[in-house]
């Protein structure tokens, strides 16, 4: 095959699918009038993180907010397409193997240091490679990672890889200060507790179990920007009590879990409200009943299949989520790179599930209950409560008989990590490509106690070659044909039960502006959102 220039990348890198590997820096967005500064914007926020750390927690609330803190080299458009941020522009050599990305001038960090290509790297090869077992896996390619002055930096692969720009955004590798963390315990550093980025918005204070402040970081890179004097999120536990903050004005703005699905549609009604959709096309999160394979007998594909055929998927979609989303398919979203749409999920159809499990040898006992299991619930709201309860009615009409077990997000996580768990209720961001966010679930290399790793203990040895062959395939036609291969064993398999592709609503006033802009909506560094 032959690949294109750096002379021709620029003209056929839309044609792509990724867009442009060569990129000058893209004019500042036109402007009707003079923007509006001042003002603070107020949003729900649900459920409390644990940290404001990106890295150290990668839980969807975390990334909310550490998205105005901190920033990474690139942002993305709703096709994927990448744009500058701290990265001014870059290069990618004629083999494909090397990329050169040149930094924004006077870049500081929240405490006043200067941001230079050692942060950069130290951020890459060591932060987030000894954190995130995703990035591991990726940056584990980088041959050489150097800087030959402090505004470049210079990355080269062994081999070339076709995702590598969709790893530089803030929710996967934010750049972080090097003179604080580097020779530190990461996850224990007393900074940790007043997180120091980039970002247009600086960290002000958090009051647990109330709110967390963020203000206008007044030395920002971007001459006259953020608009907004801050941001201020509201930890409100009660979905009721959220809801009506958002009606009566207490907060403009609320996102991801914040705002139950069975409300969305009275707030759709509201002329001084705007609902979107918008905005997660980067990480096009899909949710599934996590299955730990240690557990017998839920190792038996059978046993998973049956449980997959007990559950309604129409009902979950339309009577819980009131069609906010898309039914899932298989273990790629429809938005995602690769995904192959002639996949198609177990029907749901009870007699076929109990007749599975007759031929699995899971045979009732006298009270009609063929096994137990614990279910972990989900703590993001009252919708994931009522999933777990359609869960347990759903299996029992089957004769598998659930504990409902309750946590906080942290202990969530831990007890994930631990595989202290037989069943729970998951959502994973897939990053535009199944090597960056599909692949951890599924590859048995992957298998540790680390959250949103492979913690259910999957193993396959044709899975793992599949994936392993779309990860290295230099032709996108052989990483496609992998990929197709891969989707088709695992909906065979069910190593998981899919559910739905989620589309979470951000709702706010419409006083406020430029909120969704980006493929990562609500991700973006809100510096020049506005309040009119």
Known sequence: MTYPTRRTLMTTAALAGLASQFVIPSPVRAQTAVPKRGGTLTSLLTPEPPVLIPGVNNQGPTLIVVSKIYQSLLEFSEKLEPKPLLAKSWELSDDRKTYTFHLQDNVKFHDGTPMTADDVIFSIMKFHFELAPRARGVFSKIKSATAPDPHTVVLTLD???????????????????????????????????????????????????????????????????????????????????????????????????????????????????????????????????????????????????AMSMALDRDFILKRLWFNVGKLATGPVASTTKYYDPSLKPLPHDIKKAIALLDEAGVKPDANGVRFKIRHLTLPYGEIWARLA???????????????????????????????????????????????????????????????FTNTGGYVNPEVDKLFTDGRNGADPADRQKAFFAVQKLLVEQIPQIWLLEMAFPTIHDTKVKNVITLGTGIHAPFDDVTIS
């Open 159 to 305: 081999a070339p890889f076709d995702p590598f720009l969709l790893m530089f955004d803030v929710t996967t590798v934010a750049i972080m200060p090097k003179h604080i963390y580097d020779g530190t315990d990461y996850r224990n550093n007393p900074a940790n507790q007043k997180p120091i980025g980039t970002g247009a918005f600086q960290f002000s204070e958090w009051q647990r179990g109330n709110f967390i402040a963020l203000k206008r970081f007044d030395q920002y890179w971007k001459p006259g920007q953020p608009y907004l004097d801050g941001i201020t999120y509201r930890i409100v536990p009660d979905s009721q009590s959220r809801a009506l903050a958002l009606q009566t004005g207490q907060v403009m703005m609320s996102a991801a879990n914040d705002i139950e699905p069975f409300d969305v549609p009275r707030f759709q009604t509201q002329p001084n409200l705007t609902v979107e959709t918008a905005g997660w096309e980067y990480f096009s999160p899909l949710m599934w009943i996590e299955l730990n394979h240690r557990v017998k007998p839920l190792d038996d594909a059978r046993v998973r299949q």
């Open 389 to 451: 309860e359609y869960f347990r009615a759903s299996m029992k009409q089957i004769g598998i008989e659930v504990t409902l077990e309750s946590t906080d997000t942290g202990g969530w996580a831990r007890r994930l990590s631990d595989w202290d768990y037989d069943t729970s209720v998951n959502f994973l961001y897939q990053y535009g490509d199944p090597t960056l966010g599909v692949e951890r679930t599924y590859v048995s290399t992957n298998i540790q106690k680390v959250v």
